[in-house]
């Protein structure tokens, strides 16, 4: 392999992990509060896809318009299904969970499936890219499309709002206490329950916005979450269940790491992040970036 195949590798898996970086941190706030594993955040993303195309067909809405509205749409949906549906299985095992999640992602892609056939009379669609975005960059050591470039840069720059927003501010704050304490929060006269409603809106409005952002590059279609998701949980278990940090550092590593593979040796693709989660977890079940469940 060429330096210059090797460093497109390595772009592409930049985006790759740019897309797992945001699927991942999503999970992580979302775990860090409610500690639950949302199994439809692949549905989610797909979602987003969906409603940036939607928006494009019915209403004449571009890129940069579904941009902020498609993931706005998805965090509200998830906050009615978190106070509809979620939250009445707090405190019950997590197996629960997991199946109303499961349930409701196939739910979801049957119900894309039907609208995309029955309005759009397609299974599948394209995503135009903006004006602006199209074309390359010659970054002089390689050339690179213009649009993925941006959503590198745009995913490494919400990934910082988001860690900042936690870690060092009051609304961070009051999330790690709900999330420590309920009882004594609640003593202060704050609703954890708004919070956790609002906490899940963000974290499935992140997933949103990654399916916009994919959607030009990929088809928009019912499944395109569907691959992705088991990926991302094994990007989230490497990284530390519930560690922002360890979300963003691992799922652009991993992205990495596939892209690199890929190029090297195809067949050991698909497995590679899989065996470097097992080893993670034979090392330190914790995660790499993950705190042992009895000091968080």
């Not at 906490?199 to 279609?221: H, N, T």
């Amino acid at each position: 392999m060429n330096t210059q195949l090797l460093l497109i590798q390595v772009f592409n898996g930049l985006v790759n992990g740019a897309f797992y970086a945001l699927l991942s941190l999503g999970l992580a706030v979302i775990f860090g509060m409610l500690r639950i594993v949302n199994f439809m955040h692949g549905a989610l993303y797909m979602l987003g896809a969906f409603t940036a195309f939607a928006l494009g067909q019915a209403f004449g809405l571009g890129f940069w318009p579904a941009l902020i509205l498609a993931p706005l749409i998805v965090g509200v949906l998830g906050m009615v299904l978190e106070r509809t549906l979620l939250s009445r299985l707090y405190g019950l095992e997590p197996s629960y969970n997991l199946l109303l999640t499961f349930g409701l992602t196939l739910l979801t892609q049957d119900l894309v499936k039907q609208v995309m056939l029955s309005q759009f009379a397609v299974s599948s669609a394209p995503y135009t890219t903006p004006e602006v975005l199209t074309g390359v960059v010659n970054l002089g050591f390689v050339v690179f499309p213009k649009y993925r470039l941006f959503v590198i840069a745009l995913t490494l720059v919400i990934c910082l709002v988001t860690w900042f927003v936690i870690e060092k501010t009051r609304v961070g704050a009051i999330i790690r206490a709900s999330t420590e304490n309920p009882s004594v929060t609640r003593a202060f006269g704050i609703d954890v329950s708004k919070w956790v409603t609002g906490v899940f809106g963000v974290g499935v409005g992140l997933a949103g916005l990654a399916g916009v952002l994919a959607a030009p590059i990929y088809s928009v279609e019912p499944y395109m979450g569907a691959e992705l998701i088991i990926t991302t949980f094994a990007v989230v278990v490497i990284g530390g269940l519930g560690s922002i940090l360890g979300s963003v550092v691992t799922g652009f590593a991993v992205g990495v790491l596939a892209a690199v593979g890929a190029a090297i040796y195809p067949p050991i693709a698909n497995t590679l992040v899989f065996v470097l989660m097992a080893i993670v977890l034979l090392v330190r079940p914790s995660g790499l970036f993950g705190l042992p469940e009895g000091t968080r």
